[in-house]
């Protein structure tokens, strides 16, 4: 008991965030790993499934970690590792390396989720992510703002194309 509360000290004083499942449910999440996807307390996030925090297309992936440290138990090395996409409180996509392994806390055999982030991944989770609408709308944007200025005003059309053609050179 007293080695349980030692290691809650010490999960809590880390800066990496750190949760703890057990049957698939939070029994533990560090300051750092609540702080992350935007929850005050541990009793939000108490007792829901680690699944339902993640998007949908990484949740086998994910299934699948948790069920082979599961399996391994305590027996040998059973860490292994997979890029996530997490969905925080406000529902945001935050993009982390989870790496997950099996561990004994207070009494049970459960799983250790450890989230590794980079700022880099969460704007090309968003970039994947954006419809191709939104590619083509930009490029229409800048392609229709800069061309009316091509033709109505010389300089702006010498100085984007760069040459000494006829029409440019009267203005000069």
């Not at 055999?109 to 700022?119: D, I």
Request: one cysteine or more; glycine letters at 6%; proline letters at 5%.
């Amino acid at each position: 008991m007293a080695n349980d509360v030692e290691r809650r000290k010490r999960l809590d004083s880390k800066t990496t965030p750190i949760a703890i499942s057990h049957a698939g449910m939070y029994v533990y999440a560090n300051p750092a790993f609540l702080r992350l996807l935007g929850y005050e307390r541990f009793s939000e996030i108490e007792g829901i499934p680690v699944l339902d925090m993640v998007s949908e297309h990484d949740r086998s992936h994910l299934r699948e970690r948790l069920r082979l440290a599961a399996c391994t138990g305590n027996e040998g090395p059973s860490t292994t590792s997979a890029e996530l996409s997490l969905i925080a409180e406000d529902g945001e996509h935050l993009v982390a390396e989870a790496t997950v392994r099996s561990l004994s806390f207070e009494g049970e055999t459960c799983v250790e989720l450890r989230l590794h982030t980079r700022p880099a991944f969460a704007i090309e989770d968003t970039l994947s992510q954006a419809p191709w609408r939104a590619y083509l709308g930009i490029a229409f944007l800048v392609l229709f703002t800069l061309l009316p200025l091509y033709d109505a005003i010389p300089a702006v059309g010498w100085y984007l194309c760069g040459c000494k053609c006829r029409k440019h050179q009267e203005t000069e």
